[in-house]
């Protein structure tokens, strides 16, 4: 018994609004920061990751608890903690939500992360084993140079898509946004050779680059895309993929080209407004440069690759009326947008947004930890300046039911073909806009027959 090896269990938790929607596990990417904290814990423990995205959690007896949480899925955290607590068996909390409420998650937890937990884990693996754990540990940004590889062999088999990150941080300072709080204000890159040697030891079809911006602002961030992508090629590493980036990746043909050629199907971009005053609300200084007019021009460029936009999108600003909200969903089914992101803005703690409405008394649910279940995107939680919290959310299902219905999402499949002229791209375009149809409605109707529609496409290349 004496070298028996210690048990840690890592905990990826969901929350309750997913568990009761139609929630397809194949349309998401698995734990990354749960994986690498695996991947830092020595040889001597013996480690699982446990992840409600697939099965609700049960007890199960180990030595050591870690658990991570967005801020939807918080108090579903600390209910799981309180069930090892109970038992004396230690916990520690972290990820973003903790590390921006740090004194909230220390009642529920008997040490926490805040920050980065790469360059602290190591001494928190060595206080446990001392019985010495502190209550609270603080990770520094440190540089991205021979980060630690995460452990896949620990994710559940059931994802579709594998995911990699090579940057972290952000310089834009969107009020909506708590990344440049969490991960810093600037961009931290790690080694190309290092990405493409971690690329090539991933087995599986489609790749999901979990960087907020994958190419940057600068041309230094774009060039070193541009090596990536060029590096993917000559090592002959093949799969499907698609990425966060902001709309200037329009701009460079240079990425676009050579993205496309390394496999990319979709780009991730922040439209949140076609309007100027919305824009200029969520400080999106990026398109305000660009210039709403510009817009279809950027997609077009982006189509000419073969490349489908993800056109992630806000409803239910300050300066949002009911007619801006339907405008802004008429909007989304005539651009170029190929799939369509439609959430509520969302407060998160962190944010600026946040703290001005927290001030402001226009949080509609404050009894936390427990309504932290409401922050999930597709909830009212605050009281809007031009409406009423219940005719955004009325007006909400409006635009969902005119944006996700099956006629909409079949020309947009069409559209989406005839654009990129890549049946790939149109595929994924659709399967993210039936992810986010199944996710809104939830429970209340049936999903969307995706092979049904599939079969409008022909052969894929």
């Given at each position: 018994m004496e070298n028996r090896k210690k048990k840690l269990l890592l905990i990826n938790p969901l929350h309750p609004y997913k568990r009761d929607a139609l929630f397809d596990t194949s349309t998401i990417s698995p734990p990354l920061g749960l994986g690498i904290i695996a991947g830092l814990t020595p040889d001597d423990w013996d480690i699982e990751i446990h992840d409600e995205n697939f099965e609700v959690f049960q007890y199960k007896a180990v030595d050591f608890v870690g658990i991570t949480a967005l801020t939807s899925a918080a108090y579903r955290a600390y209910e799981i903690a309180a069930i090892y607590r109970e038992r004396g068996i230690?916990?520690?909390?972290?990820?973003?939500?903790?590390?921006?409420?740090?004194?909230?998650?220390?009642?529920?937890?008997?040490?926490?992360?805040?920050?980065?937990?790469?360059?602290?884990?190591?001494?928190?693996?060595?206080?446990?084993?001392?019985?010495?754990?502190?209550?609270?540990?603080?990770?520094?940004?440190?540089?991205?140079?021979?980060?630690?590889?995460?452990?896949?062999?620990?994710?559940?088999?059931?994802?579709?898509?594998?995911?990699?990150q090579t940057t972290r941080g952000c310089p834009m300072n969107c009020d909506f946004c708590s990344v440049h709080t969490f991960n810093g204000n600037h961009y931290r890159q790690r080694p190309v050779e290092d990405v493409l040697d971690e690329l090539e030891s991933i087995k599986a079809d489609h790749l999901f680059f979990v960087d907020d911006n994958l190419i940057g602002y600068s041309k230094s961030s774009a060039q070193r895309a541009v090596s990536l992508f060029k590096g993917m090629i000559e090592r002959g590493i093949k799969m499907d993929w698609y990425c966060q980036a902001s709309l200037n990746i329009a701009d460079n043909e240079e990425v676009l080209k050579?993205?496309?050629?390394?496999?990319?199907?979709?780009?991730?971009?922040?439209?949140?407004?076609?309007?100027?005053?919305?824009?200029?609300?969520?400080?999106?200084?990026?398109?305000?440069?660009?210039?709403?007019?510009?817009?279809?021009?950027?997609?077009?460029?982006?189509?000419?690759?073969?490349?489908?936009?993800?056109?992630?999108?806000?409803?239910?600003?300050?300066?949002?009326?009911?007619?801006?909200?339907?405008?802004?969903?008429?909007?989304?089914?005539?651009?170029?947008?190929?799939?369509?992101?439609?959430?509520?803005?969302?407060?998160?703690?962190?944010?600026?947004?946040?703290?001005?409405?927290?001030?402001?008394?226009?949080?509609?649910?404050?009894?936390?930890?427990?309504?932290?279940?409401?922050?999930?995107?597709?909830?009212?939680?605050?009281?809007?300046?031009?409406?009423?919290?219940?005719?955004?959310?009325?007006?909400m299902h409006v635009c969902w039911e005119k944006m996700w219905n099956e006629k909409t999402l079949y020309r947009k499949m069409l559209k989406t073909l005839k654009a990129t002229k890549s049946a790939k791209a149109a595929a994924w375009a659709l399967t993210s806009n039936m992810e986010r149809h199944n996710t809104a409605f939830g429970s209340k109707r049936a999903p969307l027959d995706i092979n049904k529609m599939l079969g409008g496409l022909g052969a894929t290349e």
């Open positions: 230690k916990t520690v909390l972290g990820g973003i939500h903790v590390s921006m409420r740090p004194e909230e998650a220390l009642k529920y937890a008997d040490s926490i992360v805040v920050g980065e937990a790469e360059g602290v884990w190591a001494q928190v693996l060595a206080d446990f084993e001392k019985n010495e754990l502190k209550r609270q540990y603080h990770g520094d940004l440190l540089s991205l140079e021979n980060a630690p590889i995460p452990r896949r062999d620990l994710f559940h088999p059931g994802y579709s898509y594998a995911n990699i050579y993205a496309a050629a390394s496999g990319c199907k979709m780009i991730l971009i922040g439209i949140e407004s076609e309007k100027v005053e919305q824009l200029k609300e969520t400080n999106k200084k990026m398109n305000l440069k660009i210039g709403v007019d510009h817009y279809e021009e950027a997609f077009a460029k982006i189509h000419a690759h073969g490349i489908g936009v993800l056109g992630a999108l806000v409803f239910g600003l300050d300066s949002d009326t009911p007619e801006d909200l339907i405008n802004r969903a008429n909007y989304a089914i005539n651009s170029g947008i190929d799939a369509m992101q439609a959430t509520i803005i969302t407060p998160l703690p962190g944010t600026r947004l946040f703290d001005r409405l927290d001030k402001e008394n226009r949080l509609l649910f404050t009894s936390f930890p427990e309504d932290w279940k409401h922050y999930h995107f597709l909830e009212v939680i605050h009281k809007p300046k031009l409406m009423s919290p219940d005719e955004l959310m009325d007006t």
